[in-house]
């Protein structure tokens, strides 16, 4: 199994709305990683999850609350939503054992804020 | 300040037509250089990775070149199909950090018939 499974596809939701996105993978990764990618726009960085521990934070508004409940599963746990954070938001793994820095991603959420 | 940039912006060939690509990049120290294929809508795949001390990879129809010196990559795509329009996207690793990945912006390919 070398995919990443990201779900929903497709998120519409309101500023006062509660919602989380899911992201699972079953290579035995243990780097997971959450991107925000504007339309036209490279990937942006928000969390990495090293070993199910956040290490890194790229001074993401607390709306956004990241959790690994296991090494196979991340979630992004949204909450007051602005308009601007509609977006595609990627999920990506690598492993941190061996050579290779390879990062998996997946089909990604496709989140519309209103 | 890591940068990686990415020509052309856009770029519309026809069906079987050739084509290359260009990534710049003041990523440094250096570690490694990949080229990503992104379609609409989808997550970035991996085309090819290339270290410090190689020049050309190749993954079928899809060449990466790397000049370490320079700091510039090129794709090239042979005998293009409809299939490979998408976003190209060079990314590039530094070493020594943890937040180890520039990305360029990309070149979005759209291949005509």
């Known amino acids: 199994d070398t995919e990443v499974t990201q779900t929903p596809k497709h998120l519409v939701m309101g500023m006062t709305n509660k919602k989380s996105l899911k992201c699972e993978q079953h290579m035995g990764h243990r780097a997971m990683y959450w991107y925000k990618q504007k339309a036209k726009k490279p990937p942006e960085l928000m969390f990495v999850y090293s070993y199910e521990k956040l290490s890194i934070n790229e001074s993401v508004p607390s709306r956004f609350s990241p959790e690994c409940p296991n090494s196979s599963l991340l979630n992004l746990h949204l909450h007051a939503l602005q308009p601007e954070d509609s977006a595609l938001y990627l999920c990506a793994s690598r492993t941190l054992s061996g050579s290779t820095d390879t990062q998996y991603f997946g089909p990604g959420t496709r989140l519309t804020v209103l | 300040k890591n940068q990686v940039e990415q020509s052309p912006q856009s770029l519309i060939i026809l069906e079987g037509k050739n084509c290359t690509l260009q990534?710049?990049?003041?990523?440094?120290?250096?570690?490694?250089l990949r080229w990503y294929k992104q379609d609409t809508g989808r997550g970035p795949v991996s085309l090819t990775i290339m270290t410090f001390s190689e020049n050309t990879k190749s993954n079928g129809r899809y060449t990466a070149t790397l000049d370490a010196d320079t700091k510039q990559s090129s794709l090239h795509i042979t005998a293009s199909q409809l299939s490979d329009s998408a976003s190209y996207i060079c990314v590039v690793r530094n070493s020594g950090s943890a937040r180890q990945l520039t990305f360029g912006s990309g070149t979005q390919l759209t291949v005509l018939p």
């Open positions: 990534c710049n990049y003041t990523v440094s120290p250096f570690s490694n």
